[in-house]
């Protein structure tokens, strides 16, 4: 399972920390991403930090936002800053594994983060 927690009404320029909480499984064997949806667009990926720690990024998102894990307390971090009128979207945390036990996805329900004056 997974929750996500942190989406709040922030104004352009602003910040936004996102937390996502993991229980049950090993959550380290997992690559950790972090997804939106905004109104009539697709899910797209925004972040992702894969179980040995490597990092990737959206361009558009690129110097302005970090993405972190604490395996021990199985939590998987979003830092946003200068935050953009098109950040505006439901923020949902994925975690995604594919190997030798097979192919898994779980999802959170998703934080709304609005960036708006």
């Known amino acids: 399972q997974l929750v996500e927690s942190g989406g709040d009404l922030v104004q352009p320029g602003g910040s936004l920390r996102l937390s996502c909480a993991g229980s049950?499984?090993?959550?380290?064997?997992?690559?950790m991403n972090w997804y939106r949806q905004a109104p009539g667009k697709e899910r797209e990926l925004v972040a992702g930090i894969s179980r040995g720690g490597n990092v990737d990024y959206a361009d558009d998102v690129k110097g302005r936002f970090t993405i972190s894990r604490d395996n021990v307390k199985r939590t998987v971090d979003l830092q946003m800053a200068t935050l953009k009128p098109e950040d505006t979207a439901v923020y949902y945390c994925?975690?995604?594994?594919?190997?030798?036990?097979?192919?898994?996805?779980?999802w959170g329900q998703g934080t709304q983060v609005t960036v708006s004056s």
């Open positions: 994925n975690a995604h594994y594919s190997g030798p036990l097979g192919n898994y996805d779980y």
């Open positions: 049950g499984g090993i959550f380290s064997i997992y690559d």
